[in-house]
DNA sequence: AGGGCAAAGTTGGAGTACCAACCGACCCCG
DNA sequence: CGGGGTCGGTTGGTACTCCAACTTTGCCCT
């Protein structure tokens, strides 16, 4: 019979939480056996649903894992963080088939002066031509399509002096990096937040990056903090041809 | 009635591909409602569990979405790995610390021979003597205890001939990367393969790392291959009091 | 005593049913 | 004509039940 508790909190993360304490405070050891579901209703007066849905909560988050016919455990190395592999073409690896057909393409831009290429793909991307964007790096392959395209915005450092100075990568584009030039001048990059994601591309993106119908795209945003104050915020986006995600997510019953 | 029709597949799989598809082909565009519950049962001839399972799923994918009340969308953006952000300091920061202390302590060993603090790392961490260790690095805080140690097991390239060579890192060690060396003797990678995940360190790394109670480890593994060929594996360990995760699962209903 | 087999228990898939909170559209009344 | 209330549809939480596949345990028979 059902019968609706007036609570505000569903029954089930009751459940949850008690349990993720006792595994956090030691009482369930790594390796002990999880009440089953019939133990579970019957332990805290809830159904089966509530007591299921909380094992596959709590296996979803990596502290256990059930295996079928035997029961559910306690992980022996509680995964803080979904377990997850990507398996990916690096980015750079054009930059290796480059190298190796000595056909190198890579072109560093800085300021908001840009070079011919870096500021066509600019603007089709919509990056405004006043937004302070401090660098745009590209990737192109051999038959001139974008696979790899960066802006950042950043705080000039003194190696930035010459606007719209072309530099290859592998010269001093890399060696300044961002880190590197704060480090100079005294600031110290405490913190990056960084989120990746993979995601349809958008019309421009598409058109920019030339991408094929049902190429995905990997969106990275990255801001480099030093206390609470960004100091610099990338985009880049890397063409969906170019990385296959074998993701695993634990899916939910 | 229950009726257990005689297939390999689960059922809520038929309607999770079949809506899956239609997203993707476009017959289901951004915005455009996904049906309810109740039309699921009805077309797919399921029960209301496989229905709201597969809703569930695609929400967890994130190529849709609930509302309360009103019924289930298709994603604008499709997210098709759950989004998360991490948000940790950066391993690379110590390394501008350092530089601004002028006190940069950072070593490259080559081959088996190894440098004595990175031959002392490696042992505490078990690396047995003999393994095709070709690099090792590690970082080290002014207080000399370590925050990030690195090795790979690599085959040799034309520079590292000269055995137990020691490089600074902002030389030619990081220049002469992988990729760029692999691609010098016509050697394509052509896929990485990379695991990351936190962890409760091991009593050997807790030692290593002179890690404090509670803290974690973020554990990187990574391949490198060309074609299916391993040219590089490399075990990237950083202490956990670097960086703090923060993680959104959709968590499964 | 030991090996094999059956029974009991467990997970995971699937179905049905009900309720609360909520959204939206329609209609009615002022 | 506009505002408010009602009603149907929808999601999400919960309960109960059954079955298939599997593991584990313990008993029985050889």
Redesign the interface.
Known sequence: MYRHVASSDPVYLRVVEDLRRQIRDGLLPPGASIPSRAQLTRKYGVGETAAR?AL??LA??GLIYGRVGSGHYVRD??????????????H??P???D??NQNRRITCTWRVERAEAGRAIGQRLRVPESAPVVRTRYVIRDDNSPVQIAWSYEPMGPGDAAEGQILPT?GSGD?QGL??R???Q?I?????????????PEPTEIDALDLVA?A?VLHVERT?LAGDRPVETSDIIVSGDLFS?V?S?????
């Open positions: 849905h596959r909560v979803a988050e190395r509680p995964v803080l963080t979904p377990l997850h592999r990507w398996r990916h073409h690096d750079h690896a930059m290796a088939a190298l190796q592998e060696r880190v590197t704060m480090a100079a005294g110290k990059i405490t913190e990056i937040v960084e989120t990746v994601r993979t995601r349809i049902g995905h480099h995600l993701y997510i634990p899916v939910p019953t």
